[in-house]
């Protein structure tokens, strides 16, 4: 099992940024890649990025310019660091952990981006 602990969300005036934060815990041995997922009001959950142990990084299409991904593997942490927000980008932001059987899932932050 591994377990997934999110932190930085928040309230951001549109043109900011955020950082957050992802720390796994567990069987972290397992997993071989880490991502961000956001699931906004009345849509469905849809990829932000992912990045491997290796630090190949994948972006989605609508936040290729201005979110990044990251990772400290001495910490057991993945980090997405957003600029430019958009009032488009709220949504709740879930960190997921894939191993070669599943992939596991944090609690969510929320992320609102408005004036």
């Known amino acids: 099992q591994v377990q997934l602990v999110e932190s930085g969300g928040g309230l951001v005036q549109p043109g900011g940024s955020l950082r957050l934060s992802c720390a796994a815990s567990g069987s972290i041995k397992t997993i071989v890649a880490m991502g961000w997922y956001r699931q906004a009001p009345g849509k469905q959950r849809e990829l932000v990025a992912t990045?491997?142990?290796?630090?190949?990084?994948n972006y989605a299409d609508s936040v290729k310019d201005r979110l990044t991904i990251s990772r400290d593997n001495a910490k057991n942490t993945v980090y997405l660091r957003m600029d430019s927000l958009k009032p488009e980008d709220t949504a709740v932001y879930y960190c997921s952990a894939n191993t070669i059987f599943q992939i596991f899932w944090g609690q969510g932050t929320q992320v609102t981006v408005s004036s």
């Open positions: 990045i491997t142990n290796s630090g190949g990084a």
